[in-house]
């Protein structure tokens, strides 16, 4: 069965999106330095593998998974001098029939959650996989960014700040051509579903704090990307940015 990333230039969208990758690559680097030591690293949602290269280092044992055959293949190509990574063409739901159980000392998910309206079953499904006590960073897009707030105080309602209700943010014309979720979901929600699932918080950052076209066209890459790494921590507790990084750990 064919996926929707089967059928879009995954690689064509980052271009131009330089401030982006390399914002998430510094958060994502961040958390490994909290780790001490990581034997295996499993990337659900992996793509083209656009962060492989800063997380590559740290484990022998590493397995990229995609539901899209697509970009898959460009991941294969693009690593095929690399012996240690396995490939594993699968939807999430399917992954706990092809990965061990508490196997993975690592599972990383970057912009993946964002098109999931069942987050539980991401979770139940990651719990599953790694090991006690293993790790799991993602991200997830933020419905209570800064300019959603601001927007919705300005309307007079003050009930945003606690709706956990997971927004759809597609446009009408988007949702009627039936393209793929784009969901903002809530960092409480996402906060109580975590400990729920037995994960405790180590780390939260606030990533791309200041993403805008106006921005990018007056200072450099490099300029954004050393501000948003001065602001990814401070801004985190205000679940400022349109992107929230988390890193948990499996208790037990």
Do not use: C
Not at 92 to 109: D, G, H
């Amino acid at each position: 069965m064919s996926a929707a990333y089967d059928t879009y230039d995954y690689i064509s969208y980052w271009i131009g999106r330089d401030y982006e990758h390399k914002s998430e690559i510094m958060a994502l680097r961040a958390f490994l330095q909290k780790i001490k030591r990581i034997k295996s690293i499993l990337e659900i949602g992996a793509g083209f593998g656009r962060l492989v290269p800063s997380y590559a280092f740290r484990a022998k044992s590493i397995i990229l998974s995609d539901a899209s055959a697509k970009t898959l293949k460009v991941a294969r190509k693009t690593f095929a001098n690399r012996k240690n990574i396995k490939y594993i063409h699968s939807s999430l739901e399917n992954l706990p029939a092809k990965i061990r159980t508490s196997s993975i000392s690592l599972v990383i998910m970057i912009r993946v959650i964002h098109h999931i309206r069942n987050i539980d079953e991401v979770f139940t499904i990651v719990r599953r996989i790694v090991s006690p006590g293993g790790y799991f960073i993602f991200e997830f897009a933020n419905k209570r960014h800064i300019k959603a707030t601001l927007k919705e105080l300005l309307k007079g309602n003050f009930a945003f700040l606690n709706d956990q209700k997971t927004v759809d943010v597609r446009s009408r014309k988007s949702i009627k051509e039936g393209t793929i979720p784009f969901l903002n979901h809530h960092p409480d929600k996402i906060k109580e579903i975590l400990s729920k699932h037995g994960f405790e918080v180590i780390e939260k950052r606030s990533v791309s704090n200041i993403r805008s076209p106006f921005l990018k066209n007056i200072f450099s890459t490099d300029i954004l990307v050393a501000i948003d790494g001065l602001l990814q921590r401070p801004l985190s507790s205000l679940n400022f940015g349109p992107s929230i990084f988390i890193l948990a750990r499996k208790k037990g």
